[in-house]
């Protein structure tokens, strides 16, 4: 039966988790006006679902991101990487000083996400439909060394147009990977044209409970919602992997990027960086004194 969130009041620190997700949202921005240029309307809308995985879910250890034990994310979606790093820094793996460093020749923050960069980075993602299958085999592999981590896997909805991903998804129930929590970020853009025009993936939460995983759908900008779904998911005793349908709206948090229209990259004009910033701090009850 296909999982929904439970409606009781979730008991974790909801305001916390807002102020994480506020922090990541203005990282990625900040990240964003050094280069001029960066998928920060991606990021503003995964914030929220970074903020429960990086503040709350993940088993990990900020001073050793290699550590044997650890939770892995990846991020098969390497453009996505600005949205990654800023959730790094507010997870206190990378410093908040890399933040200048953006972009630039030999900075650790490329970009496009490189593994061999970046700590904490776990996969070198962007040719997109092949992190769930790495997630898949990284899962595998903790399962025979009877380990105890998670393989969380940040994936799209267009990546739901490549075979492999299906692939991916089909193998992983075969082989019963409970230990595997996959995301979907639906936002609905791609580089050619809205997702659901380039090739229709609804019903996309049938679809997953089809091939055998166990599956939520949640408002990927509503923490309690997200809270719920990921406890549910870490909690089941199922055996089967588990997916996190998440709908997102790109520019969340800042209402003029809201409001624009949507292509896969939003352009932010050199004079609008600032405002973006102002307009985030209204909307999360931020004076200016507080970020001084």
């Not at 921005?29 to 001029?36: I, N, R, Y």
């Not at 991903?165 to 970020?185: G, P, Q, R």
Request: charged content about 25%; overall charge negative.
């Amino acid at each position: 039966m296909m999982g929904t969130p439970a409606q009781s009041v979730v008991s974790d620190d909801i305001e916390n988790l807002r102020h994480h997700a506020y922090r990541i949202r203005r990282n990625a921005l900040l990240m964003g006006e050094v280069q001029g240029q960066g998928y920060v309307g991606q990021a503003l809308g995964i914030a929220d679902v970074l903020a429960v995985a990086y503040c709350r879910q993940l088993n990990m250890r900020a001073d050793d991101p290699e550590w044997e034990g650890r939770d892995r994310f990846l991020l098969s979606i390497g453009h996505y990487a600005i949205a990654l790093y800023a959730a790094l820094i507010e997870a206190g793996v990378i410093s908040a000083d890399e933040i200048d460093n953006y972009g630039s020749d030999d900075s650790m923050l490329p970009m496009s996400g490189m593994a061999a960069y970046t700590p904490g980075m776990e996969i070198t993602g962007g040719s997109l439909g092949h992190g769930l299958g790495i997630g898949v085999g990284m899962a595998l592999g903790l399962k025979r060394k009877n380990s105890g981590s998670r393989i969380y896997n940040l994936l799209s909805d267009g990546e739901l147009n490549e075979g492999s991903t299906w692939e991916a998804v089909a193998s992983a129930a075969h082989w019963k990977l409970d230990n595997l929590i996959a995301i979907v970020d639906v936002n609905d853009q791609q580089a050619d044209d809205r997702s659901s025009t380039v090739l229709n993936y609804e019903p996309v939460a049938d679809k997953w409970q089809a091939f055998g995983w166990e599956t939520w759908r949640v408002d990927g900008n509503d923490l309690t919602a997200l809270v719920e779904a990921f406890d549910q998911a870490v909690n089941s005793t199922s055996d089967k992997p588990r997916v996190l349908i998440c709908d997102t709206l790109m520019g969340r948090g800042v209402p003029f990027l809201e409001s624009r229209d949507k292509t896969h990259f939003i352009r932010v004009d050199e004079n609008e960086w600032s405002l973006a910033l102002q307009q985030l701090d209204e909307v999360y009850g931020i004076s200016a004194e507080e970020q001084s």
